[in-house]
T-cell receptor
């Protein structure tokens, strides 16, 4: 298996623009997680899906953030409008038997 | 809810010396405990996992961790540090059974001194 795939790997955008991050989980994994990592705040869980259904979105910072999982093999995290404070590395992870496997991350820079 | 505390945000050891990274979990016995490693510009990678089958767990790259209920600890060790071990290490704990969410510690950055 290719592991968790994320795209793009790097994104640079201007404040106010819409940003969409994409994730393809490992086939057969039932749970998917979106995390954000910054120097200041460390690793934060944003949202967690199980069987494509959002279970816990308490970590989503505000209404500008939204996540979808239309099927078992694809998820998106959207930020609209983006702000400079959203600059971070965003990770997607999928899990099986409580073992989470992380993608390589998307480094987002909002100027 | 379960939680973990990692003692020491930065640890430096000499190459060839013992590596000891500390993790303590909240008082209720957790279902599962984990150690993850993050190399620069990469995602987190699973090092090892405790599932109550054995208190001493061996992982990849020569690392191991021992679950000690009396001390509520799950410290990570490696007998002899290698330069390639330089990375950030995260301890994590699972929530209640049926929920695959993990709660991560704040991480320990390991530096290896040549």
């Amino acid at each position: 298996d290719a592991g968790v795939i994320q795209s793009p790997r790097h994104e640079v955008t201007e404040m106010g623009q819409e940003v969409t991050l994409r994730c393809k989980p490992i086939s057969g994994h039932n749970s998917l997680f979106w995390y954000r990592q910054t120097m200041m705040r460390g690793l934060e869980l944003l949202i967690y899906f199980n069987n494509n259904v959002p279970i816990d979105d308490s970590g989503m910072p505000e209404d500008r953030f939204s996540a979808k999982m239309p099927n078992a093999s694809f998820s998106t995290l959207k930020i609209q409008p983006s702000e400079p404070r959203d600059s971070a590395v965003y990770f997607c992870a999928s899990s099986h038997s409580y073992e989470q496997y992380f993608g390589p991350g998307t480094r987002l820079t909002v100027t | 809810a379960q939680s973990v505390t990692q003692l020491g945000s930065h640890v430096s050891v000499s190459e060839g010396a013992l590596v000891l990274l500390r993790c303590n979990y909240s008082s209720s016995v957790p279902p599962y405990l984990f150690w993850y490693v993050q190399y620069p510009n990469q995602g987190l990678q699973l090092l090892l996992k405790y599932t109550s089958a054995a208190t001493l767990v061996k992982g990849i790259n020569g690392f191991e961790a021992e679950f000690k209920k009396s001390e509520t600890s799950f410290h990570l060790t490696k007998p002899s540090a290698h330069m390639s071990d330089a990375a950030e290490y995260f301890c994590a704990v699972s929530d209640d059974f049926g929920n695959e969410k993990l709660t991560f510690g704040t991480g320990t950055r390991l530096t290896i001194i040549p």
